[in-house]
Structure formats: structure tokens, C-alpha cells
């Protein structure tokens, strides 16, 4: 499969039009079609950066797909560790849809994430 293809199964699995994904990742409509089509040839690692931001997915990944690393061999192994995502998100500069988030944005994601799994939490403990 090539990269054209693959772009196209991604920015469909994420269900963004062309348009979508131009307006999330700054790269024109025309430049993402003709790469769709196979009109272009793979893409500069600063055009896959916005379109790994505009697809919401990983910048290593679509380098791999590009061919530009040699193996994603390397990248799997670093996947199998769990990251704990509290601490993720206080320590690291965030980025959705093109903002970055503020300290209280990533506060209130946190809160988010804690409500979400509370009722886990919750059932484990009566497991106990």
C-alpha cells in the first residue's frame, strides 16, 4: 500500500473530509487531494507534522509511513510501557485542533478523564 493510500484510510477513519483536514492542519485542500491521488510525492516532514496534527494522530507515525525511519520496530517498543496520563498532562505543552491548551485547559481535561474512569474505580474497589 502506499503513502497516498494510507493518508486517504486515515483521514477517512477519522471521518474529515479533505476540507477538514485542511482546516485542522493548515495544508491546503489541493495539495492533500493531489497527495491523495497520487499526484505528489511524499511530503516534507514539516507538511507531515501539520497533517499529523490536523489528523490528530502520531507525527512518528505518519514519518514511518512516509519512509522516512527506517523501521517502526523501535517506535512499538517505547509502546509497550503504560504512560501515566495524569502526570503526562501536567508536565508536558499540549496541543488540540491546532490551540494549545492552557493550564486550565489541561485541568479540566483531567477532571474529565477522572470522571470518566470513576465509575471503574468505583466497581474495583468493590471487587476488593
Not at 500500500?1 to 477513519?13: A, H, I, Q
Not at 505528489?40 to 516532514?45: E, F, N
Not at 517502526?72 to 509497550?80: A, D, G, K, P, W
Not at 496520563?85 to 479540566?108: I, S
Request: a negative charge; charged letters at 30%; aromatic letters at 10%.
Amino acid at each position: 500500500m502506499y503513502f497516498y493510500d494510507k493518508l486517504k484510510d486515515m483521514r477517512k477513519l477519522k471521518g474529515f473530509t479533505i476540507r477538514e483536514l485542511a482546516d485542522r492542519s493548515g495544508v491546503s485542500a489541493a495539495y492533500i487531494s493531489q497527495l491523495e491521488n497520487g499526484n505528489r510525492g511524499i511530503p516534507s516532514p514539516d507538511v507531515l507534522m501539520k497533517l499529523s496534527e490536523g489528523l490528530n494522530t502520531s507525527y512518528s507515525e505518519l514519518m514511518d509511513i512516509a519512509g522516512y525511519l527506517e523501521s517502526s520496530q523501535t517506535n512499538q517498543n517505547f509502546q509497550s510501557n503504560p504512560v501515566n496520563l495524569r502526570r503526562f498532562l501536567r508536565e508536558n505543552e499540549l496541543m488540540f485542533d491546532g490551540f494549545v491548551l492552557t493550564a486550565e485547559d489541561k485541568e479540566w481535561v483531567e477532571r474529565m478523564l477522572t470522571v470518566l474512569f470513576w465509575k471503574d474505580r468505583q466497581a474495583n474497589k468493590g471487587a476488593e
